[in-house]
Nanobody, 115 residues
Framework: QVQLVESGGGLVQPGGSLRLSCAAS????????MGWYRQAPGKQRELVAT???????NYADSVKGRFTISRDNVKKTVYLQMNSLKREDTAVYYC?????????WGQGTQVTVSS
């Protein structure tokens, strides 16, 4: 059974930082492109960042220079370091694992940026 379990969300003030983690099980983690997506209330789910099996990252323009995605194939975990958070970063953040036609999602973790 495939599971992606996110953690690390919460309430943070503007300008603050959070680190999200996503622990995977039931998949050969190293062959999957891993990603983070987010969905704000009333909006569609959007890409935040992905990282390939070769550790090549890709970021949405809105988070470039502020967020960093990384992966640990031994721990089967992908991370999202979020710095200089803005109110518009408030959303549910979802972990994604993709390998050709296979795709899995986590249950999401809430990130709220507010003073």
């Amino acid at each position: 059974q495939v599971q992606l379990v996110e953690s690390g969300g919460g309430l943070v003030q503007p300008g603050g930082s959070l680190r999200l983690s996503c622990a995977a099980s039931g998949i050969i983690f190293s062959i999957y492109t891993m990603g983070w997506y987010r969905q704000a209330p009333g909006k569609q789910r959007e890409l935040v960042a992905t990282i390939t099996t070769g550790d090549v990252p890709n970021y949405a323009d809105s988070v470039k220079g502020r967020f960093t995605i990384s992966r640990d194939n031994v721990k089967k975990t992908v991370y999202l370091q979020m710095n200089s958070l803005k109110r518009e970063d408030t959303a549910v953040y979802y972990c994604n694992a993709a390998h050709f036609t296979l795709q899995y999602w986590g249950q999401g973790t809430q990130v709220t940026v507010s003073s």
